[in-house]
């Protein structure tokens, strides 16, 4: 089955900085990577996805790359800001059965004031 | 549309009773997903379905767990007996994947079995 690692398990960036999540999948099937933000004691939401005919995507201050030759994929998160600090999670779907996502363990990011 | 309903938020109970979490997903979906959060684990995918049908259930840790989804509305996941260490948070997801997969979670049931 599908495994996805995720780095790092945790980041603390001042305010402003860029953060960076990475993340590597083993199914080379695997064609959908989204990237969810759980803050504390709520449920995981989608922030932004990648489909594997795109390299690149970008929504405002946040972004996602995919190396489908290289199988890893990364979230960059630029001008950081205080409530960006949450856990991020990775997944990616089944080459075998599409609607079926497993997640990386999570980064925990922390942005200081 | 509400979203992914579940319910009960909060189940505290004793260790050997049943446990029965329960979970509404988004009208249209297609896909029903059963998650357990933990500290050292993550999320782990326990079970899910399509149109209703169980498609993968090797994330159930044991006999001990059951799911179940009689219908497109509905579906349960039952813990019998329960011990301590099923103390998490459960998620239940759904998507409609014909028009993408993103997966919409419900705000989950944190169980406590003492």
């Known amino acids: 089955g599908e495994n996805v690692e995720q780095h790092p398990s945790t980041l603390s960036v001042q305010e402003g900085d860029s953060a960076v999540i990475k993340c590597t999948y083993s199914d080379s099937a695997s064609n959908y990577f989204p990237w969810y933000k759980q803050e504390l004691g709520k449920r995981p939401q989608l922030i932004i996805d990648i489909r594997s005919n795109v390299g690149e995507k970008k929504d405002q201050r946040i972004a996602v790359t995919l190396n489908k030759t290289a199988k890893h994929f990364s979230l960059h998160i630029t001008e950081t800001q205080p409530e960006d600090s949450a856990v991020y999670f990775c997944?990616?779907?089944?080459?075998?059965?599409?609607?079926?996502?497993?997640f990386g363990q999570g980064t925990i990011l922390t942005v200081h004031p | 549309d509400a979203g992914v309903i579940q319910s009960p938020r909060h189940e505290v109970t004793e260790m050997g009773q049943e446990v029965t979490l329960r979970c509404k997903p988004i009208?249209?979906?297609?896909?029903l997903f059963w998650y357990r959060q933990t500290m050292m684990r993550g999320l782990e995918l326990l079970i899910y379905?399509?149109?209703?049908?169980?498609?993968?259930d090797s994330g159930m840790p044991e006999d001990r767990f059951s799911a179940k989804m009689p219908n497109a509305s509905f579906s349960t996941l039952k813990i019998q007996p329960s011990e301590p260490r099923d103390s998490a948070v459960y998620f239940c997801?759904?998507?409609?994947?014909?028009?993408?997969?993103?997966?919409?979670f419900g705000q989950g049931t944190r169980l406590t079995v003492v």
């Open positions: 997801a759904s998507s409609f994947f014909s028009f993408n997969t993103e997966a919409f």
């Open positions: 379905f399509n149109n209703n049908v169980p498609i993968d």
């Open positions: 009208s249209g979906h297609d896909y």
């Open positions: 997944a990616a779907n089944s080459g075998t059965s599409y609607g079926k996502l497993t």
